[in-house]
């Protein structure tokens, strides 16, 4: 499947937090984020694995694996059912992909 990214619509999650699933196929999810500096995504788990790469600003996670402030060209990894949220410390772009994909994101 190939999607345009500028033709999908995208979904505020949370107050400062805006996702937009950009593909998916059988078994991952590929989402863009749009975060806002100031926002925060509380403390969370879900079962699945999700690895994401930082496109531009300053992230704050926090959770069971402690805490980690990332830069943009920084990536993280989170196995399915570990505790983890994030506070935007600046305007950030990131992409993440979810595996199995997650039922609650598709479009």
Same mark, same amino acid.
């Given at each position: 499947?190939?999607?345009?990214?500028?033709?999908? $619509?995208?979904?505020?999650?949370? $107050?400062?937090?805006?996702?937009?699933?950009?593909?998916?196929?059988?078994?991952?999810?590929?989402?863009?984020?749009?975060?806002?500096?100031?926002?925060?995504? $509380?403390?969370?788990?879900?079962?699945?694995?999700?690895?994401?790469?930082?496109?531009?600003?300053?992230?704050?996670?926090?959770?069971?694996?402690?805490?980690?402030?990332?830069?943009?060209?920084?990536?993280?990894?989170?196995?399915?059912?570990?505790?983890?949220?994030?506070?935007?410390?600046?305007?950030?772009?990131?992409?993440?992909?979810?595996? $199995?994909?997650?039922?609650?994101?598709?479009?």
């Amino acid at each position: 499947m190939f999607y345009n990214a500028d033709d999908l $619509p995208g979904r505020e999650l949370l $107050p400062g937090i805006k996702m937009k699933v950009l593909t998916h196929g059988d078994n991952t999810l590929l989402c863009e984020f749009h975060l806002a500096a100031g926002a925060v995504i $509380p403390a969370h788990n879900h079962p699945q694995e999700q690895s994401g790469y930082l496109v531009s600003g300053k992230l704050r996670f926090f959770g069971d694996e402690g805490e980690l402030v990332v830069e943009a060209g920084s990536g993280w990894t989170f196995r399915g059912g570990v505790s983890h949220g994030v506070e935007v410390l600046a305007d950030s772009v990131a992409i993440e992909v979810f595996s $199995p994909i997650r039922q609650d994101y598709l479009p």
